[in-house]
């Protein structure tokens, strides 16, 4: 009776141990699950943390060579429409003179012609002419000098003979009028000058340019011509 009462308390025992520690295990293994749940999505927050940060990355990068690409097409654009510009002005240019040639307009062609010569200096003392459409004027320079910029013939007094007629010297060098005057002009060794072939005019004639203002000290020997 003894033992039988022992195995029914050891029986009684072992359901209560059985009972309180079932509980217990299905806690802990629920606090496992948390944990795992929780470390899970710590790893998906933190891959799609670096996920966001690649595509941060490339996007930054995108704009950076979308930049430097548009930085670069503004270069070439800006350089062709220089080139163009440059190009239609060369052109406006040239069609000035091709204008001014089909015109007729040797005065305007030789202004324009004369703009492209090149700078250089007289190798000694020249005397030469410049002619006026009236006497007024050549007195006027005769006073005052001859500004730069004015063309003179590019010679001047050779043999002693009579002086030449208003027509010829206007055919002679392309004037634009029938000279009513002529002055002697004086251009001293090493003066800035350009010098061209007479535009308009007969051949072998020539014409220079000071390129500075001639005093009236080197002006003289006024001729009417009639």
């Not at 029986?11 to 470390?39: C, D, Q």
Request: proline share 6%; net charge positive; with cysteine.
């Amino acid at each position: 009776m003894k033992a039988q009462t022992t195995l029914i308390c050891l029986f009684i025992a072992l359901v209560v141990n059985t009972t309180m520690i079932a509980p217990t295990v299905s806690l802990s293994a629920g606090l496992f699950s948390a944990v795992e749940r929780i470390a899970a999505r710590r790893a998906l927050q933190h891959k799609s943390a670096a996920v966001a940060e690649k595509k941060a990355v490339a996007k930054a990068a995108e704009k950076k060579a979308v930049r430097v690409a548009d930085k670069k097409a503004s270069k070439v654009a800006l350089a062709e429409a220089r080139a163009k510009s440059s190009w239609a002005a060369s052109k406006k240019r040239k069609g000035l003179i091709s204008m001014a040639e089909r015109s007729g307009s040797a005065f305007r062609y030789n202004d324009l012609r004369n703009k492209q010569l090149p700078v250089t200096r007289m190798g000694s003392d020249r005397k030469v002419y410049r002619y006026y459409p009236s006497v007024g004027k050549a007195r006027s320079d005769l006073r005052k000098g001859i500004p730069a910029g004015r063309h003179l013939t590019a010679s001047g007094p050779g043999r002693i003979g009579r002086p030449i007629e208003g027509a010829t010297a206007q055919e002679r060098y392309g004037l634009a009028y029938r000279p009513k005057a002529r002055v002697t002009v004086t251009v001293p060794n090493d003066s800035l000058v350009k010098k061209g072939k007479v535009i308009g005019g007969q051949p072998g004639y020539g014409q220079i340019v000071p390129q500075r203002r001639t005093p009236p000290s080197q002006v003289g020997d006024l001729h009417i011509i009639p």
